[in-house]
């Protein structure tokens, strides 16, 4: 604790410190994460204008390298197999993923809710996701080349198993949720980032208090509305705009809804005398039986969010 109380005075003591640190992290990707637990943290501590000026610091370094980088540099420097826009993709996706630490982190401040930071993350990544489809509606096809030239590279080391038919056909369903797949990839790691700042928080100001924080997440009757929406779209030929956003949006809503699970089944396993046994027994079969775990999570999580499973075993 002495190591995280030095590093949190470090950062806390001097807004230009903090932006170095975090920018010099952010650039390493092994220590990503610790970047933007930083920010996390400062956020969380002193609030939105302090995280918003390493957010703002990082922003511009960031978008300075991308142009210095891209355009400035000469052909001959630049990836021959990467298009310019891919570049920017990967640019922006960087600054996207301080802008989710630090919204999630505001949220937290302000609610002290899990559940809430999860709601928003759902309802605003599917309000990007439907506005990416209608003023992209050819996203898919954006992505398809990207997709088959990954898949072709992997061909050379597995000839047998990806054969051009099988290619073709993984190209063009992976292309059907890739964006969604990003996006929940850019909330699952602000999540992540969010949840190593919250703890560094609660080790050095308020032992003990993040557990029960994580074990109070819940989801609402609407977040199970919209996942029967979501599973409406893709099983019918209502609409295909609808089709394609659903499809995009499914791997979201699954992710959050399986966070929600595991905080059930967290409150549940305390319930019983040794829940780390159960607990034990849980992560196992998450491991090895991920599939059908994950629709167990889901199906506990729409549950609960109707009828607060924990609450009811407990008046029982």
């Known amino acids: 604790m002495r190591i995280l109380d030095r590093i949190a005075q470090f950062v806390l003591q001097s807004r230009l410190r903090a932006c170095i640190t975090t920018i010099l992290l952010v ?48 052909p001959e420097t630049l990836p021959a197999n990467i298009p310019v ?83 073709a056909q993984v190209s063009e369903q992976a292309a059907k949720v890739i964006t969604g797949v990003h996006l929940s990839i850019l909330v699952f790691l602000g999540l992540f980032s969010l949840f190593l700042a919250r703890w560094w928080q609660a080790s050095l100001y308020n032992p003990g208090g993040l557990r029960p924080e994580l074990l109070q997440i819940r989801l609402g009757v609407r977040e199970t509305v919209l996942l029967g929406v979501i599973i409406l779209f893709i099983f019918t030929d209502i609409s295909a705009m609808g089709t394609a956003i659903a499809m995009d949006c499914a791997p979201l809503i699954g992710l959050i809804f399986v966070l929600a699970g595991i905080s059930l089944v967290h409150r549940l396993m305390n319930m019983i005398q040794k829940p780390w046994i159960g607990l034990l027994l849980f992560y196992g079969l998450l491991v090895f039986e991920t599939r059908y775990v994950v629709l167990v999570l889901i199906s506990l999580a729409v549950i609960d969010s109707g009828v607060n499973v924990s609450s009811r075993l407990i008046k029982r």
Not at 54 to 73: E, K, P, Q
């Open 27 to 74: 650039f390493l990707p092994p220590l990503r994460w610790a970047g933007w637990a930083i920010l996390g943290f400062v956020t969380l501590r002193q609030g939105s204008r302090d995280g918003g000026v390493i957010l703002a610091s990082i922003a511009v370094f960031v978008l300075g390298m991308g142009i210095a980088t891209i355009h400035w540099a000469s």
């Open 85 to 167: 826009s891919m570049m920017w993709f990967g640019i922006v996706e960087l600054v996207l993923s301080g802008f989710v630490v630090w919204g999630f982190a505001l949220i937290l401040r302000q609610t002290v809710s899990w559940t809430r930071v999860l709601q928003v993350a759902v309802w605003v990544g599917v309000a990007v996701l439907a506005l990416i489809h209608l003023f992209y509606p050819d996203i898919t096809a954006w992505w398809a080349p990207f997709i088959k030239e990954n898949m072709l590279r992997m061909q050379k080391a597995l000839p047998e198993l990806l054969t051009s038919d099988k290619i």
